[in-house]
């Protein structure tokens, strides 16, 4: 198979079967073993396609009077690969992406789709004048949407949010690639010796700024080249994620729930943090994930980690007052970091914003049965979405006069006011993440 067919079979499983483009992506990647240049121009056009998919899908909509949803899979995979060759690889030959495009419509489709993709991108050629965005002057909401890659309906919600100023430096935030983030393992090595170790590679890695474990890594090799994953002297966690465990703050001797816990990130920095005398439970209530919780501690060398089937909804009646600390790290609608959920950013909808806050209301109400008088509970999430963040906290604390607030920020080096940490990335530079503390009172 040569890269731009297993290209179209990765963009149509993420795009069809809604898979995950990270999972698929890697797995195909050690699948088969590309060359270095294939990798590239493999990742290229998958993650190339659905970053750029409203901008290929408005063009389609231009071209021609089929409704998109009324394409058959294949062939609208195919064109979308075919436009984001035209349109976003400079270094692709025009020829070169019809040519080959008609090849995968007429093996993988037959003869009248490949005639129909061959319409539509020599017409696409013909007519690039044409699709001028417009500006954003004319149409602020389609302008930012179409520039920046983000649902419209997003866009609005932050234009009303935020302005119009404050939502272009968001969505150019959200549209950069970002560098990948590791978390050093300080039971196993420090992080000036792992940046040493990973120079000697050849790789650029440079030191966080917030988190004292965070490590960038500024020039992205491929994943499995990294060895220093599979060793255990790191795990892939983005920074603002790597404050949680701080906030945390566990002590030897702790007893630390973390409800919400899969795949285990926080989990696991918690554990490291604590020592081995501080047990923590990392709790999911999927029965698979808990594998994943698994594998990163024994990876890790972690023997302090106790993978726990439960549901964060009723946890309060098993464990009450059982723990000194507890972290709800939410399920939440993710609008912090959408620069690395590049298919989940289309998938995203009004509903999934109005019906998470009710969730995280009843989790935290619940876990925080599980806080022992003097304890702490934590609440993060990775999101901006307020009705997510802020507003669960303080109905919380309206309702449970036993806890209060703490400042979040001492436990970190972030220079905010408090007591909550929120970083916006309009503002921050960082992805988007938010993180209370609060102690119960004896
Ligand atoms: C934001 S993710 C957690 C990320 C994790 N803390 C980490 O740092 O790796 C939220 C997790 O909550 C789990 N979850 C969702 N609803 C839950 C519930 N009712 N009880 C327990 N876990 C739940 C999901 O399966 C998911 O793994």
């Known amino acids: 198979m040569n890269v731009r067919e297993i290209a179209f079979h990765s963009l149509l499983t993420i795009c069809k079967d809604d898979g995950y483009s990270n999972i698929i ?13 294939d990798r590239r121009f493999y990742t290229e056009l998958v993650y190339g396609a659905l970053r750029n998919l409203n901008y290929l899908d408005w063009i389609i909509s231009q071209l021609s009077t089929r409704k998109l949803n ?11 690969l075919g ?14 992406a019809c040519n080959e495009s008609v090849k995968l419509a007429t093996h993988f489709g037959n003869k009248g789709m490949a005639k129909f993709v061959n319409a539509m991108l020599r017409n696409s050629i013909r007519h690039q004048q044409e699709f001028t965005i417009p500006s954003l002057e004319e149409n602020p909401r389609l302008h930012i949407s179409l520039t920046y890659h983000q649902q419209e309906w997003l866009v609005d919600k932050w234009i009303h949010e935020y302005g119009q100023e404050d939502t272009v430096t968001l969505c150019q935030y959200f549209d950069q690639i970002p560098d990948l983030c590791l978390r050093t393992n300080t039971l196993k090595i420090n992080r000036a010796d792992l940046i040493k170790i990973l120079s000697q590679k050849g790789i650029t890695a440079e030191a966080g700024i917030y988190s004292p474990e965070a490590i960038y890594i500024r020039d992205m090799p491929g994943i499995d080249h990294l060895g220093v994953l599979e060793q255990g002297l790191a795990i892939i966690q983005d920074e603002p994620s790597q404050l949680v465990a701080h906030v945390v703050d566990p002590h030897p001797h702790d007893m630390v729930f973390d409800v919400c816990a899969a795949p ?7 554990a490291a943090l604590g020592g081995s005398s501080c047990i923590v439970y990392g709790g999911d209530i999927y029965d698979h994930k808990l594998k994943l919780i698994e594998g990163n501690a024994k990876r890790l060398g972690l023997d302090n980690v106790r993978p726990l089937l439960q549901n964060a909804c009723t946890i309060g009646q098993s464990y009450a007052e059982k723990a000194d600390r507890v972290l ?5 609608s993710g609008l912090g970091v959408l620069r690395h959920k590049i298919d989940l950013r289309w998938r995203k909808t009004p509903s999934d914003l109005r019906t998470l806050p009710a969730l995280q209301h009843r989790i935290l ?34 309702d449970h006069p036993e806890f209060y607030i703490e400042n979040a920020c001492a436990y970190c080096n972030i220079a905010q006011n408090g007591p909550f940490i929120q970083l916006l990335p309009q503002r921050d530079q960082m992805d988007g993440f938010f993180i209370a503390r609060m102690k119960k009172g004896e």
């Open 25 to 37: 992506v890697s797995q195909t990647i050690q699948k088969y073993k590309f060359t270095d240049r």
């Open 70 to 80: 009324k394409l058959d899979p294949v062939c609208l995979a195919i064109i979308r």
């Open 83 to 96: 436009l984001y060759q035209i349109f976003g690889m400079t270094k692709v030959p025009e020829s070169a």
């Open 264 to 270: 285990g990130g926080k989990t696991t920095h918690i």
């Open 328 to 332: 709800v790290d939410a399920p939440c």
């Open 365 to 398: 109400e619940n876990a925080s049965q599980c806080v022992k008088p003097g304890g702490i509970l934590i609440y993060s999430t990775c999101t901006i979405n307020n009705d997510e963040n802020a507003k669960i906290v303080n109905a919380f604390l309206r």
